[in-house]
Each structure stands twice: as structure tokens, then as C-alpha cells.
């Protein structure tokens, strides 16, 4: 079993819709959470961390659920620039390896 | 420059040849890591530097693989005899002390033929 589980899709949305991406992790000690964004050929990019409060920044919400060790990510209105593929992220702690899952592809269409 | 550098950026080789992939972090950055991303696949830890002292090397796939950091900025992954398999694009990421997350550089491109 991978240590992080990604639904690969791809996900085909309209502009304007909204899109949830969920993620399971397997190490039960993980403390930091996060996820990041993937554009083709390129590095991945910090999209967010992830608290069990649940966090905000702008159309993107994230939660985390340590009892279900679950994480989710919701985008909201959709935009063109929002395709990519977004990647689950998890660690042991601060200055730790990064665990990543395969990523889930985003298509955002007109 | 402000980001995580790397070089080259893409470096076709033969087999059985040694390959120096070099990784320059951000300034002030402590820890230093490798990945390497296989298409299709995920991104795979290899090593992780805390100043010039590596605590965890536990992602190295082979003793053909090896990494250096020097005066806790710049490091070079040493990949000696690569293989087919080799080809990938190793990633270097670098982070504060403190902090969970992690900066990445654009990578290099590493193709064995």
C-alpha cells in the first residue's frame, strides 16, 4: 500500500465549477501536512498547508481529518489556470523527508 | 537569484558514465533535500542535508548514489556508473530549520542512454 493515495484522475471541470481532491495517508505519526501544485515539465509549487481546523486562502479550502487520516482540497470557481496536477504531501515533522502522493490531474475547460 | 537553482538543466549521458548534479538552495536555508521523479511516477526522497551533515540518506536507491554539501549551501548528488533505470529528473528542495515545507528547483533532466 503507498503511503499517500491520490485518485489520479484526470478531473474534467468547467470554468466556474467547483472541484474536491482527497488524499489518504498510511503513517499515523505524520504532524505536517500539505499540498502542492504541479504544472507540466515543471517544479512542484506550495500550494497550502494543511491544519485539522481547516484553512483558507482565497478559492482554496483544505481540512484535515487525523481520525480518517484524510486530507481534502476544495476549489472553488474554477479557473483556466487552475490545470495542473495536485499533489498530497505529508511528513513526520518540521525538517523532515516529504512523502508525496502521485497527484491528481486537474483539466479547468471553457 | 531568489529560488533554489539547479544545473544543468538537462544532461544526456551513456550508460556507465559518472554524472555531478549540482544544487544551489536558497540563501539562509539549512536543510537541503534530493528527490528524483520518474515519468509517471511520484516524487521519490533520496537524501536530506541539515548544514553540512546528512541524517538521513535512507532514500538512496544504490551505493552508486551519493551527495555532498559544502560550507551548508551548495550540493552535488554524484550518481557513479548510472543505468537506464537512472533516468529521471532529480529535484532539490530546500527549507529553513524549522519549517515543514519545502522549496523546489526546476530540476534536472537526466537521460541515460
Known amino acids: 500500500r503507498k503511503e499517500v493515495e491520490q485518485d489520479p484522475g484526470p478531473f474534467n471541470v468547467p470554468e466556474g465549477a467547483t472541484v474536491a481532491f482527497n488524499c489518504t495517508y498510511s503513517?499515523?505519526?505524520?504532524?505536517?501536512f500539505f499540498w502542492y501544485r504541479q504544472d507540466c515539465r515543471k517544479e512542484p509549487k506550495l500550494l497550502m498547508s494543511?491544519?485539522?481546523s481547516g484553512n483558507e486562502d482565497g478559492r482554496f479550502t483544505a481540512q484535515l481529518n487525523r481520525a480518517s487520516q484524510y486530507i481534502s482540497l476544495l476549489i472553488r470557481d474554477s479557473k483556466l489556470s487552475d490545470s495542473a496536477t495536485y499533489l498530497c504531501?505529508?511528513?513526520?515533522?518540521?525538517?523532515?523527508?516529504?512523502?508525496f502522493g502521485t497527484g491528481t490531474r486537474l483539466q479547468v475547460t471553457l | 537569484g531568489a529560488g533554489v537553482s539547479q544545473s544543468p538543466s538537462n544532461k544526456v549521458t551513456e550508460k556507465g558514465k559518472d554524472v555531478e548534479l549540482r544544487c544551489d538552495p536558497i540563501?539562509?536555508?539549512?536543510?537541503l533535500y534530493w528527490y528524483r521523479q520518474s515519468l509517471g511516477q511520484g516524487l521519490e526522497f533520496l537524501i536530506y542535508?541539515?548544514?553540512?551533515?546528512?541524517?538521513?540518506k535512507s532514500g538512496l536507491p544504490s551505493d552508486r548514489f551519493s551527495a555532498e554539501r559544502t560550507g551548508g549551501s551548495v550540493s552535488t548528488l554524484t550518481i557513479q556508473r548510472t543505468q537506464q533505470e537512472d533516468s529521471a529528473v532529480y529535484l532539490c528542495?530546500?527549507?529553513?530549520?524549522?519549517?515543514?515545507?519545502?522549496?523546489f528547483g526546476p530540476g534536472t533532466r537526466l537521460t541515460v542512454l
Open positions: 540563501s539562509g536555508h539549512t536543510a
Open positions: 504531501v505529508v511528513s513526520p515533522g518540521t525538517a523532515s523527508k516529504l512523502t
Open positions: 542535508f541539515q548544514g553540512n551533515s546528512a541524517p538521513d
Open positions: 494543511v491544519y485539522s
Open positions: 503513517n499515523s505519526a505524520s504532524q505536517s
Open positions: 528542495a530546500s527549507s529553513p530549520r524549522l519549517a515543514g515545507w519545502q522549496y
